[in-house]
């Protein structure tokens, strides 16, 4: 069993940063890919950013230039850094953990950027 804990959302104007961080614990040896997807209130989940164990990102092209997703040390921990936030980025944010091909995902973390 695998369990995706979420933190750091919130209420930001424009233009104003937010730090997501998301944490996976329990059977996590074979823990790959992590990232993160959001949804917008009658939208489907998208894409937001993606990393391997490995250290290989991948952005949406929305989010390019703006966000950054990294990974600690130990592998099992996943930031998300946005700057430059826009109204357009307001939406719950999940956080998704690959293992075995199963994918996991946290309760997400909402957040508002609005003046």
């Known amino acids: 069993q695998v369990k995706v804990v979420e933190s750091g959302g919130g209420l930001v104007q424009p233009g104003g940063s937010l730090r997501l961080s998301c944490a996976a614990s329990?059977?996590?040896?074979?823990?790959?890919?992590m990232g993160w997807y959001r949804q917008a209130p009658g939208r489907q989940r998208e894409l937001v950013a993606t990393i391997t164990r490995g250290g290989i990102t991948n952005y949406d092209d929305s989010v390019k230039g703006r966000f950054t997703i990294s990974r600690a040390a130990a592998k099992n921990t996943v930031i998300l850094q946005m700057n430059s936030l826009k109204p357009e980025d307001t939406a719950v944010y999940y956080c998704n953990a690959g293992v075995l091909g199963i994918a996991y995902w946290g309760q997400g973390t909402q957040v508002t950027v609005s003046s």
């Open positions: 329990g059977s996590i040896l074979s823990l790959n890919v």
